[in-house]
């Protein structure tokens, strides 16, 4: 099929070649999208709400370009509890592709981190508190 006699037919073909793409417009993610995301993920870890979060997140991850535009549409209420910009950079992170995986790898490695220490903490209190027993003779 020639394009020159289909012409419309050839475009449709050229729009229907990038039409399920996965690669988007906004490049990877800067060390500034990244200390964001590391905030936000310090934020939920700090609320012990990073397994409910992440779930949350691998659930929607299918649709993360419409749960950024819904964070756009309900900017006038949020606005109020967060800082403009970063309210906007945080929903055109959310708005690629690997921006939802970059949190949840975030919010673990932060949720990780301060479980070994507090471990070990805890394992020195129990081990304090169990002083061998002497029978009263």
Not at 65 to 86: C, V
Not at 106 to 119: C, G, K, R, T, V
Request: net charge positive.
């Amino acid at each position: 099929m020639s394009r020159a006699k289909w012409p419309r037919v050839g475009r449709l073909l050229d729009g229907l070649r990038h039409a399920f793409s996965t690669a988007g417009p906004h490049g990877p993610l800067t060390e500034a999208d990244r200390e964001l995301l590391h905030r936000l993920a310090g934020f939920v870890v700090r609320r012990r709400l990073s397994a409910p979060a992440i779930l949350f997140l691998d659930s929607l991850r299918p649709l993360n370009y419409i749960g950024s535009q819904a964070m756009l549409f309900l900017r006038p209420f949020a606005e109020p509890f967060f800082a403009g910009k970063e309210y906007e950079q945080v929903a055109a992170i959310l708005e690629r592709r690997d921006g939802i995986h970059a949190l949840i790898e975030a919010i673990e490695e932060l949720s990780q981190a301060p479980a070994e220490p507090e471990a070990s903490t805890q394992a020195q209190a129990t081990s304090s508190k169990q002083a061998p027993s002497h029978k009263a003779q």
